[in-house]
């Protein structure tokens, strides 16, 4: 029998992370999942645990990772990734993105591993160009309160692209637009999660300013698929991922409000320090490089997102 490919991710009881075990456990590879569970939930990756193939680490990425075998691969997804939670943990958001990347990418050099870094169309800030390509350099105030993330990712990589030059490490570098989809975390504080488990239970949606701001929302099957096809990819530098349909918060927050059959009026509430006015990808690169495009339509992945919220909403008021 050959041996089977092994693959490190790190935050892979995140959001994204979870999916992304899912995803390489049923395509037969063996999966480390290393998280401090900061923002990570156990629930995420609970299904997995008796998997013969998988192993949960409860590990901070930011002190030494030692890991005994070979790996073939290190998804490096460890960060807060909500603004609650980098405004609530802003030093750790910056050692995630320093330290934590520099003790990833010591284990892909060591393990002579492909390395991909999760970054974000943060790095963008408050875009100046509209759609967003990743050749653009950014608008981002670093030492506004969003910048602890901002400035983290924009470290990140160029830290993963200093490896790939001095170490010659095979590095990608996925740029993800905003993602949404089950598991996301009830109280995560973006517009998806906030309006839907404000829909099912009857509140207010809260839209921040007066909602003309825009957002971009890919489902997360779609993402995963895309990150799966840069990892095997020979490019190095960074890949915008997101779905280009572009819609206002106002606009999402009735889409929500549809899906969901409430009847929940909408409240506006003054908008946060240096929030992104416009965010939409171009993926032009994507479709070239990667033959990528999402196809999970926004009324289809509210729903299934929706039903996941519903059941995990019952599940906490039974208890």
Request: proline residues 7%; positive net charge.
């Amino acid at each position: 029998m050959p041996k089977k490919r092994r693959v490190v991710i790190t935050g892979g009881a995140g959001f994204i992370g979870s999916h992304l075990c899912d995803f390489f456990l049923e395509r037969g590879f063996q999966v480390v999942c290393i998280d401090n569970l900061l923002t990570g939930a156990p629930d995420n990756v609970a299904h997995l645990l008796k998997e013969p193939d998988f192993t949960f680490l409860d590990m901070d990425v930011t002190g030494f990772i030692h890991l005994a075998g070979p790996v073939d691969a290190i998804l490096h997804f460890a960060s807060p990734a909500s603004p609650i939670d980098y405004l609530e943990h802003p030093i750790q958001t910056l050692k995630v993105g320093s330290l934590g990347t520099h003790k990833a990418l010591g284990l892909a050099r060591e393990k002579h591993a492909t390395f991909l870094l999760a970054s974000t169309s943060e790095v963008y800030g408050d875009p100046l160009v509209h759609p967003q390509k990743e050749d653009y350099w950014g608008n981002v105030n670093p030492i506004g309160p969003r910048g602890v993330y901002d400035e983290a990712k924009r470290f990140a990589e160029a830290l993963t692209m200093a490896y790939h030059r001095s170490h010659r490490l095979d590095t990608k570098i996925v740029r993800i637009f905003n993602t949404y989809g089950p598991r996301m975390r009830i109280s995560d504080g973006r517009a998806i999660p906030s309006f839907l488990s404000q829909a099912l239970q009857g509140k207010p949606l809260t839209v921040y300013g007066d909602g003309s701001q825009t957002r971009s929302f890919c489902f997360v099957s779609d993402l995963v698929a895309g990150i799966s096809r840069l990892l095997q990819s020979r490019y190095h530098l960074p890949v915008n991922l997101g779905n280009p349909q572009e819609m206002t918060i106002l606009e999402m927050a009735r889409e929500v409000g549809k899906v969901t059959r409430s009847g929940s009026r909408i409240l506006f509430r003054p908008l946060p320090v240096d929030d992104p006015k416009v965010r939409q990808p171009s993926i032009a690169l994507a479709r070239k490089l990667l033959r990528w495009d999402p196809k999970v339509g926004l009324r289809q992945g509210l729903k299934e997102t929706a039903k996941d919220f519903r059941k995990r909403l019952a599940e906490l008021r039974s208890r």
